[in-house]
Every structure is written in C-alpha cells, then in structure tokens.
C-alpha cells in the first residue's frame, strides 16, 4: 500500500505492506496526505520503502536504525529492511526506526530549496495569530500548547516548526504530529480535564506533589494523540489543525518556576532574544549527520540573518510558569498576547 504526503511542499511517498505501519504514519502526518495519483514530477520528491525482511547481509551502503533495522539511501530512496520481531510492533519501528529519518529528510529539502529553518518549539495560533513557545527539553513547550489547545487554539506543532521569511514577513510552517508529554503534565492535564483519555492508568501517581511531578529527571512519556485532545466547553469536537501554516507574531520563551503562586513574564532585548533562538535552532541540529547536500557555511549565514530579522520585528518574552496551567493560559492571553 502507498500513501503520498505533501509537506509544505515537499513531496513523500511512503510504500509499505503493513497496514498497522501505515496507521502510525498517519498519526503523525494525517494533515499532509495528498492522492498519490496527483501528478507533481520529481521536484521536491522523497520515497519510503518499508518491508519485512530476513535479509541480515550489512553492506556498505546501509546502516542501521535505532532498532537495528537496515536502511539503504540512494536517489532520494530511503529503503528499511525491518526484523520480524520488529516488525511485530509497528508504533516502535515507526517511532524509533523510520520517522527520524523521515523528519530529517524533509528538513534537508526545506532547508535546501526554501531556505527554511527549523526550531524546537511548540506552536499554536490564537485568533490567527502563531505563537511559539521555546526552551530546553522539558521547560514546557508541550504542557502550554496542550493547554492553549484546550482553550480552542490551532495546534500546529508541540516539538518541532519551521520556520522561513518571505519578504517582511515571518511564517511558521507546523508539523502537528502525536503529543507526549511527560509524566508530571500527564498526572495534572488528567487531574484538572477529567474527560482526556491517556489510555494508561496515572493512578499510581496521583499521590505526587508539583516538585515530583515536574522533575526533569522523570523519564516517563505519556502519548496523547491529537484527535483524543478535546477543546474545554466543546468537548464533542476533537482537535483537527485548521492551518498548517500562519504568521508568527510572539516568541515565548519559556521556564518553570513551580515556587511562584503565578506566573510572570518579561520582554527581553534583541540580543537575548538572538542568542536564545540560535540555541532553539542548535538544539535541533544533532541531526546534521543526515544532511549531506547542506552547505553549512551558506546555512549559517541565510540563519543569522533570519534571525535578526525576527529579533527586531517580533516581540519575544521570557515567561516563568508555575504548577497551574490554567493560570499560566489566563496570564498569557490577558498580560502578554494582544488577543
């Protein structure tokens, strides 16, 4: 079975015999599926081969996953040869084996066709407005999307954006794929939104108080899909994104302060402002491995200067949340979002 996918502009066709394999991708790229019989050439084009397999011979030109799995690229053809034990949980191979690889690709093509850069940040949009949220793994960029999700915004994105200029104008490009959250996020969304389903039992948890919850060193994932994320007051409506692309007007960069009774918040200056979003773009680029047709040199220099571009036309906070997101959401949409 084939499925093609349009992601802004860069085309993917992913070919399989698993329908399980398939169901995962989908979770995670739904919004792009395209009929793969429109006829675009072989512009922008990648495809995904993805297989069941004995064949156990490295040779020189493959390499393995994190899985294990062999993975051949030639010609824009990533071909995966996965193990029949692997092969017996297609969310695993997907997650650990295939989607890296198939993030990573569209980001070369972005990069090197568009001159679109990618950041870690979480993303929605409020009344048409693109809001990023930034930081380290684990400061909150997932938790204040989730919950400006359940206030009625446009998801478009909890991990990674892109992010490019056309003239004067800055757009975010989403990728509105699966939401984990940490454990702490999972025990207060469940507390506070009894109607969310986590398809896990958080009871063994609930006893924990706000330091424990929200403890970087917790390793444990929670997966919310986004279909099963309902908006707060239409709680028969689940979340589709209405947009995949719109205008970033606030850069929020984020940091938990769980001793604050409420949050607060702070404009900061063009400088900090271009040192914390180089840092959001260098923490994404640990997969520069893959892009071998990248001239970094040249990468660097369309990236600095879209920076400054955003550091002097978008106004960028530095926001310390505490224990309570409904508090934070309020704080936002009435101190600092001209909403």
């Keep these: 079975m084939r499925r093609r996918f349009n992601v802004h502009d860069v085309i993917l066709d992913f070919e399989t015999d698993s ?3 398939t169901n995962q991708l989908l979770i995670d790229y739904e919004d792009f599926l395209v009929k793969h019989d ?72 972005q990069i090197q066709k568009f001159k679109t850069f990618f950041f870690h940040s979480g993303c929605v949009t409020i009344n048409d407005k693109g809001i990023a949220f930034m930081g380290e793994s684990g400061s909150g960029k997932t938790s204040l999307t989730s919950q400006c999700i359940l206030n009625g915004a446009d998801y478009l994105s909890h991990e990674i954006v892109f992010i490019k200029r056309k003239d004067d104008v800055v757009y975010m490009l989403g990728l509105p794929q699966r939401i984990t959250l940490d454990i702490g996020a999972a025990v207060w969304f ?25 403890d970087k060193r917790t390793k444990t994932k929670i997966t919310l899909l986004p279909n099963k994320l309902k908006r707060r007051n239409i709680t028969n409506n689940p979340i589709k994104s209405k947009t ?10 984020l940091e938990p302060n769980l ?35 990248i001239d970094f040199n040249t990468y660097y220099k369309d990236l600095i200067d879209l920076i400054k571009h955003i550091s002097n036309t978008i106004p960028c906070y530095h926001f310390q949340w505490c224990s309570d997101h409904k508090l934070n959401y309020d704080y936002l949409t009435k101190n600092v979002l001209e909403l």
């Design 244 to 253: 995949l692309t719109c205008e970033l007007k606030y850069i929020i960069f």
């Design 190 to 214: 469940s507390r506070n939104y009894i109607d969310l389903n986590f398809g896990v039992d958080l009871k063994k948890y609930s006893g924990l108080n706000s330091e424990s919850l929200f």
């Design 259 to 293: 001793n604050l009774k409420e949050p607060r918040a702070q404009i900061i200056g063009k400088e900090m402002a271009a040192i914390k979003l180089l840092k959001a773009n260098e923490s994404m680029c640990k997969w520069n491995y893959y892009w071998p047709s």
């Design 38 to 109: 429109v006829n675009i050439g072989i512009k922008n084009k990648l495809k995904f081969l993805c297989h069941e397999s004995t064949i156990r011979d490295y040779q020189e030109n493959h390499f393995l996953t994190n899985l294990g799995d062999i993975c051949s690229i030639k010609d824009n053809c990533f071909k995966f040869m996965v193990t029949e034990l692997n092969y017996r949980n297609p969310e695993n191979v997907w997650l650990k084996s295939i989607r890296p690889y198939f993030t990573t690709a569209i980001v070369e093509l």
């Design 19 to 21: 329908q399980e394999l």
